[in-house]
């Protein structure tokens, strides 16, 4: 697999020295075998590249914000590409099957698309003011240096709906992607300067990339320079960036971890629910943040539903992911598994019934993870169903009435996705309700992951509140400012004070 990983960095534009030397070893999760060796930016690399970037953005705010779309234009089309060989090396280094890997890269063509109309589109309101001859209105303006770090299940996709948006409202950038996955993002970087070079007049170090671990994200949270922070990753990374950010009131986006429900009502329609399920649950080897990990079933659907999973689970192929057929792929890493086997254990000591999670493959593959995906029935929502543990574990739990299905699903710590699936408007209205989901997005029919990129995607609570992708996202990555303008050549002052002075 190495030469492989060689071949499509090489046709993605990495120099080969990038990625055959250096402290960092990149493993792919497929077999468990060293594909390139990287190295780690230091503190120094790091202060540079936020100089640069700082720099450049100082140049790149006043480029007209359509001529800025025209850039995030070129990167889509780089990205259009490229895109076989960007979603192959995904599957080499994430472990994502090959449709997973190719959603990946559709998702950052998507968010171009959106990107590029948005370029036309950064608008403010006029407000109708209390005062004669004046006009009240507000304008965006570009923010500063912002800072990306990212995980390792959406290695580039999460990157592109933050640079798309980023580029577009003024912004420079520079990105910390997951140590796991350094190879995708200097190719994704490869395709940046491809673009750059297309364009012509993009400042240097307008968008770059540091390979590092936590020091140099570190680096990001604690650097003035850096005003915006988009960090994606475990609620213990956000819990630990949020405080140091506030500190320096430096703005942040933070995607943290999930755990997310769905729940199933009698009216259901069961065939539907089982495919969605099963996706959700199943899909990305339960490496989403989306994932559905959570399953609250009215008492009346429990045993036909738990038994049409258990068929699903028990059918489900699992294995290499480079293979068509492979529905499921490994695990990240050991820990991932040590992880999942912990909360197996737990699960079954507070009375879970285990099927399936067994390790599988381990003969042909003693240095992966492969896991069939498990299927816990169980008693209540005890402590272990409460945590996120990122890998394929979906618990089981009834219920009688909708207010107890709402009260369990809202009853953990994380707040990002949830589903209802229902036959009954009453009981959709009610979960999309004030008093129903407490969710960022709560769906009605049809799983709680593969967020498409219009919307505004994030959650509430241990997620962290920040929102990304489609909707006023932007937002986020532009100053407001409001701006009075009095052309009536008289002075009131608003709430009708006067201040007269003889002058
Ligand atoms: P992680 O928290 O281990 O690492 C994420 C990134 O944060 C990495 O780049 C890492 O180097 C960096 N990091 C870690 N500690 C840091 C610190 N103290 N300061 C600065 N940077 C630090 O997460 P992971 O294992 O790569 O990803 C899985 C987690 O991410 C899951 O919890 C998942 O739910 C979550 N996730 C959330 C979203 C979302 O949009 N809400 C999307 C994808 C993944």
Redesign the pocket.
């Known amino acids: 697999m190495a030469a492989e990983t060689a071949a499509l960095l090489h046709k993605l534009g990495v120099e080969s020295h990038r990625v055959t030397r250096g402290s960092l070893a990149t493993r792919s999760p497929i077999t468990g075998e060293i594909i390139a060796r990287v190295e780690s930016a230091d503190s120094n690399i790091a202060q540079q590249t936020i100089a640069r970037a700082e720099d450049a953005f100082h140049i790149w705010r006043n480029v007209p914000a359509p001529r800025r779309g025209e850039f995030v234009r070129l990167l889509g089309e780089e990205l259009r590409a490229a895109k076989a060989e960007l979603a192959r090396l995904v599957t080499i280094e994430a472990g994502k099957i090959t449709t997973e890997g190719l959603g990946e890269i559709q998702e950052m063509i998507d968010i171009c698309d959106f990107a590029v109309g948005l370029s036309r589109q950064l608008h403010g309101l006029t407000i109708a003011t209390e005062r004669r001859g004046h006009r009240m209105m507000e304008t965006w303006h570009p923010l500063g240096v912002a800072g990306v770090?990212?995980?390792?299940?959406?290695p580039v996709a999460?990157w592109a709906w933050n640079v798309a948006l980023a580029l577009v409202c003024g912004n420079s950038l520079v990105w910390?992607?997951?140590?796991?996955t350094p190879l995708v993002a200097l190719a994704t970087q490869a395709l940046v300067e491809r673009a750059a070079a297309r364009f012509g007049d993009a400042p240097d170090g307008l968008s770059t990339v540091l390979v590092?671990?936590?020091d140099?994200?570190?680096a990001?949270?604690e650097d003035a320079r850096i005003r915006l922070l988009s960090?994606?990753?475990?609620?213990?990374?956000?819990r630990?960036?949020a405080p140091?950010l506030a500190r320096r009131f430096a703005r942040s986006i933070?995607?943290?971890?999930?755990n997310n429900a769905a729940i199933v009502c009698a009216s259901a329609p069961l065939d539907l629910a089982v495919r969605a399920i099963a996706f959700a649950a199943m899909g990305t080897a339960g490496?989403?943040?989306?994932?559905l990990r959570r399953l609250i079933v009215h008492e009346d659907a429990y045993d036909e539903l738990l038994n049409r999973l258990r068929r699903a689970y028990a059918s489900v192929p699992v294995g290499d992911p480079r293979d068509g057929a492979s529905l499921i792929g490994p695990l990240?890493d050991a820990s991932a598994y040590s992880a999942m086997r912990a909360a197996l254990d737990e699960a079954r000591d507070a009375g879970g019934v285990v099927f399936g999670g067994e390790r599988v493959l381990a003969d042909e593959y003693p240095e992966a993870y492969y896991v069939r995906p498990a299927l816990i029935d169980m008693p209540a929502q005890t402590e272990v169903v409460r945590r996120?543990t990122?890998a394929p574990i979906l618990y089981v739990m009834k219920f009688r009435s909708l207010d107890e299905a709402i009260a369990l699903n809202n009853e953990v710590a994380h707040g990002?996705a949830s589903s209802i699936f229902t036959a009954r408007l009453d009981e959709a209205e009610r979960f999309m309700a004030a008093d129903g989901s407490d969710c960022g997005i709560a769906n009605v029919n049809i799983g709680p992951s593969g967020a498409e990129i219009g919307g505004a995607?994030?959650?509430e609570k241990d997620?962290?509140g920040?929102r990304?992708a489609g909707s006023d996202c932007w937002k986020a990555y532009m100053r407001r400012a409001t701006n009075t303008i009095n052309y009536s050549g008289e002075l009131p002052l608003a709430q009708g004070v006067k201040f007269d002075l003889d002058a």
């Open positions: 770090i990212t995980s390792f299940n959406f999460v910390k992607p997951s140590e796991k590092g671990g936590r140099i994200g570190e990001l949270v960090a994606t990753g475990s609620t213990a990374m956000g630990a960036v140091r933070l995607e943290l971890g999930g490496q989403r943040c989306t994932t990240i996120e990122f990002l995607f994030g959650g997620t962290g920040g990304e």
